[in-house]
T-cell receptor, first 113, second 112 residues
Framework: ETGVTQTPRHLVMGMTNKKSLKCEQH?????MYWYKQSAKKPLELMFV???????ENNSVPSRFSPECPNSSHLFLHLHTLQPEDSALYLC????????????FGPGTRLTVL | RKEVEQDPGPFNVPEGATVAFNCTYS??????FFWYRQDCRKEPKLLMS???SGNEDGRFTAQLNRASQYISLLIRDSKLSDSATYLC?????????????FGAGTRLFVKA
């Protein structure tokens, strides 16, 4: 399935590094989401974009910085992360915020050393 | 109270068993409901939508009880491949529209 793609699939970074996660959806959706999922824990919603505008920021630390240049692309810029930020980062899209079904990308498995 | 609550599990069942998961939601104005499946170290994928009249897809049956605000998923004749985490998902009213809320999930282990 190639509806929602994410790159890279795996990322190892040091605490002083700066990296970016990329998400692209080919479904014509208007809403995009970033989720964090730590090992054996539930999904945690981080950010929501609807028609390129950020509509939710669930108290995410500023070391995570989202960017949504258009309805098809979503980035998560990372800097000065902590080891506890190691997790699976999932991108999803839906026709509109809170409407219809969310489709997920395969995720980026991030390890912070 | 959490907005969406699920049986914590894990459920350990033998192959061929019937297993049922329940999920409750707090906002009576919620409008659409889904069950997702998440395999270990993979992304969640839509299993089925849940309709007011109930719906069935092969061995899977989903039901919605609006009066009691709960959703159920029944799996008949469990297969080893059904082992996964099952997520209850609800679209609830939110400022300016709706938001999608995922339950914490229920883990299912089907054993030979």
């Amino acid at each position: 399935e190639t509806g929602v793609t994410q790159t890279p699939r795996h990322l190892v970074m040091g605490m002083t590094n700066k990296k970016s996660l990329k998400c692209e959806q080919h479904l014509g959706h208007n809403a995009m989401y970033w989720y964090k999922q730590s090992a054996k824990k539930p999904l945690e919603l981080m950010f929501v974009y609807n028609f390129k505008e950020q509509t939710e920021n669930n108290s995410v630390p500023s070391r995570f910085s989202p960017e949504c240049p258009n309805s098809s692309h979503l980035f998560l810029h990372l800097h000065t992360l902590q080891p506890e930020d190691s997790a699976l980062y999932l991108c999803a899209s839906s026709p509109e915020r809170g409407g219809g079904t969310q489709y997920f990308g395969p995720g980026t498995r991030l390890t912070v050393l | 109270r959490k907005e969406v609550e699920q049986d914590p599990g894990p459920f350990n069942v033998p192959e061929g068993a019937t297993v049922a998961f329940n999920c409750t939601y707090s906002n009576s104005a919620s409008q659409s409901f889904f069950w997702y499946r998440q395999d270990c170290r993979k992304e969640p994928k839509l299993l089925m939508s849940v309709y007011s009249s109930g719906n069935e897809d092969g061995r899977f049956t989903a039901q919605l009880n609006r009066a009691s605000q709960y959703i159920s998923l029944l799996i008949r004749d469990s297969k080893l491949s059904d082992s996964a985490t099952y997520l209850c998902v609800v679209n609830s009213p939110y400022t300016g529209g709706f938001k999608t809320i995922f339950g914490a999930g229920t883990r299912l282990f089907v054993k030979a």
